[in-house]
């Protein structure tokens, strides 16, 4: 190789080592390397912490209602709901925050029924939100009518009261976690669900033992 030959590929050389760091150095410019992360809640989680969020408001409601005089067991049976359920409002609220999420939901329901219109509301139709009071369409959510009745009574109505409203109430939680637990794949949302589920059907379940025992002894 002569002289000019090893100048002349020592500047190719130079110039091709340039352009390499040129374009390193430029491209941070031309191309994400930090592509978008996965959203901390998808739709349906998103609809599923908002709605359940305004069934466990309303359990708190009831609790409050409560006449503390009733059965001292069901009185204890409902502090316990109500601690249960204010932990997990904490936490609902929590995972909307971090999504920037609003904390209602202006279509109820509709995160469990994708296909449906938001107009539709024929899957529900069973529930007491569907009569005359005019309650939020959520399976299990009680009347105004209901929870000023269960503020009326007295001992052992208020009690009989209280474990019909909080059963029925449960059952509809249950299946709206159950509605969240098919739908979502994997992560806390759907850990979550299946928590509620386990939880609200033991104290379901003890409720209406409860229930049929005051019944009986009538």
Do not use: C
Not at 48 to 55: I, K, S, T, Y
Not at 181 to 207: C, F, S, Y
């Amino acid at each position: 190789m002569t002289r000019r030959q090893a100048i002349t590929a020592t500047a190719t050389l130079g110039l091709a080592l340039l352009l390499l760091a040129m374009g390193a150095a430029a491209r941070p410019l031309l191309v994400d390397e930090h592509p978008l992360s996965r959203p901390v809640l998808n739709p349906t989680e998103i609809g599923f912490a908002q709605d359940m969020l305004a069934h466990h408001s309303q359990a708190l409601i009831m609790t409050a209602r409560l006449d503390q005089t009733a059965d001292p067991t069901v009185v204890a049976l409902a502090d316990r709901i109500e601690a249960t359920q204010r932990e997990e409002i904490g936490e609902l609220k929590g995972w909307l925050r971090m999504a920037g999420a609003s904390t209602v939901n202006n279509a109820p329901m509709q995160w469990m029924h994708p296909n449906n219109s938001v107009t539709d509301h024929h899957h529900h139709a069973a529930t007491p939100s569907e009569t005359a009071d005019g309650g939020p369409a959520m399976p299990g959510m009680a009347t105004q009518t209901e929870l000023d009745a269960l503020s009326a009574a007295r001992g052992t109505d208020a009690a009989r009261s209280f474990l019909h409203m909080m059963t029925r109430h449960h059952y509809g939680g249950i299946q709206m976690a159950q509605a969240a637990n098919n739908l979502l794949t994997d992560g806390i949302v759907k850990q979550t669900a299946r928590d509620m589920m386990t939880n609200q059907t033991q104290e379901a379940a003890l409720m209406e033992i409860m229930l049929n025992s005051l019944t009986t002894a009538r």
